[in-house]
């Protein structure tokens, strides 16, 4: 047993399917044989799976994977895009993938997947539309921009309805429209399927991080997760295999939590973030361990659950963000669209709103996690990365949270982080706290 070895630990079980997941993926977007979407319409639904020959490709994670696994590759990505004047000031996964189409190849040399339509998903992150810009003009192809209005204070359901209508008409245009352009019959009854397996995942993705940051110790670290979390979302597979994949989690993740295997085997400390950290240099994590601190994440990271909150009666549930009801009769595409966007509302209200309108949402989430710290980046590049960071660390000061800031570039671009900087910071505000290094 490591020093000072409190529980048992032990290797993850899904973690190969996890991996042969995602290289079916990788796969999926390299063949000849299938219509390339970049973009998406929505978080989780893989939309595109009613069109028999359509597979969806979002930038985020095939510019954070770049970034984690080839660090000279997404620099040299990343010069192509700035070298054709695109500055240094935009999100590095735009930068990324811009950069990987310009090189034509990526990381093993073999062609660039290319896209032959665009539908940027219509996020509050300040850059999302954007990022069908480029892709557009550089291979002349067909884009559609959808509008995502929102609106701040309590929840209206009068003013509400409008604003769904309109997302609604901005997603059947773009399912029509793909259908008369390139002759792909969409299948309806297919689409709402996708619904209730797309329900499925939620419930257990839930249950996974209600699990996972209510426990102790914690049967999952964030790096765990995040090896994870965008399978069957933003990385879009078999809709049966999703859930097939996610049930396997919550069954391993709910049998760590009640035989006590911890990620961390010493954890003596829980601490939080917020948003992603830089993809190249998730190192940090372990040497954090070496502390016996174990990271439960941020609301971001648990993008795949419902957002949690603490009830009246002190119980630890799922937030009513009044999304489009459940038990509504799904019959016709349109049924089908409004679903959708009411259980995209349920999931952006997970983090980004909290941000915007909710100034306790991350204290909330710090004392649902039994956290003792906070670390919250202070990205340069991509301003809906950093919106209100630094009012949420004096939150946390203000609610007995110990808390320090580290700069860097943005996720995808590990440019501005000086990584030897940053464990020197990670040392000092560990040792202010009166813990040292258990491993040396």
Request: net charge negative; hydrophobic share 35%.
């Amino acid at each position: 047993m490591a020093k000072g070895q409190i529980w048992e630990t032990r290797p993850l079980e899904f973690w190969d399917k996890a991996k042969e997941l995602r290289a079916g993926w990788q796969k999926s977007i390299e063949s000849k044989e299938k219509v390339i979407a970049q973009g998406n319409t929505g978080p989780n639904c893989n939309w595109a799976d009613a069109f028999p020959a359509l597979t969806l490709i979002e930038d985020n994670p095939v510019g954070a994977m770049m970034q984690n696994r080839n660090e000279p590759y997404a620099r040299k990505a990343r010069l192509a895009s700035e070298v054709r004047g695109w500055g240094r000031e935009i999100c590095g996964y735009q930068g990324n993938c811009w950069g990987g189409q310009f090189l034509g190849y990526i990381e093993d040399g073999t062609p660039w997947p290319k896209r032959k339509l665009v539908v940027p998903m219509p996020c509050v992150c300040d850059q999302h539309l954007k990022r069908g810009q480029q892709a557009r003009d550089y291979e002349n192809m067909p884009q559609w921009n959808g509008d995502h209005p929102i609106y701040f204070g309590p929840f209206d359901e009068a003013r509400n309805a409008p604003m769904l209508e309109h997302k609604a008409y901005c997603d059947l245009r773009v399912l029509n429209d793909i259908e008369r352009i390139f002759g792909q019959k969409f299948d309806d009854e297919k689409y709402i399927s996708l619904m209730d397996a797309d329900q499925q995942v939620k419930d257990y993705g839930t249950e996974v991080s209600r699990i996972m940051v209510t426990t102790v110790p914690a049967p999952l670290s964030v790096k765990d997760l995040y090896s994870v979390y965008t399978i069957g979302g933003l990385t879009k597979i078999d809709p049966e295999a999703t859930v097939n994949f996610w049930k396997m989690v919550r069954d391993e993740v709910k049998w760590r939590a009640e035989n006590q295997i911890a990620a961390v085997g010493n954890e003596r400390f829980r601490w939080i973030e917020a948003h992603p950290p830089s993809w190249h240099f998730m190192k940090y994590y372990r040497y954090m361990e070496g502390y016996g601190a174990v990271c439960l994440g941020s609301q971001y990271s648990h993008i795949t659950a419902d957002v949690m909150e603490r009830k009246p009666d002190g119980s630890i549930g799922t937030r009513d963000t009044h999304a489009y009801p459940a038990d509504t009769p799904l019959k016709t595409r349109e049924d089908a669209v409004r679903y959708a966007l009411g259980t995209e509302a349920r999931m952006l209200s997970s983090f980004k709103m909290d941000e915007y309108i909710r100034r306790d949402a991350i204290v909330e989430f710090a004392k649902i996690c039994k956290a003792d710290g906070a670390l919250l980046a202070i990205w340069r590049h991509g301003v809906g990365c950093t919106l209100t960071r630094k009012e949420q660390a004096m939150y946390l000061r203000e609610a007995g949270l110990n808390v320090m800031h580290y700069e860097g570039s943005q996720p995808g671009d590990r440019t501005d982080l000086d990584e030897k900087r940053f464990l020197d910071q990670l040392d000092t505000w560990m040792q202010s706290q009166g813990l040292h290094r258990l491993d040396g």
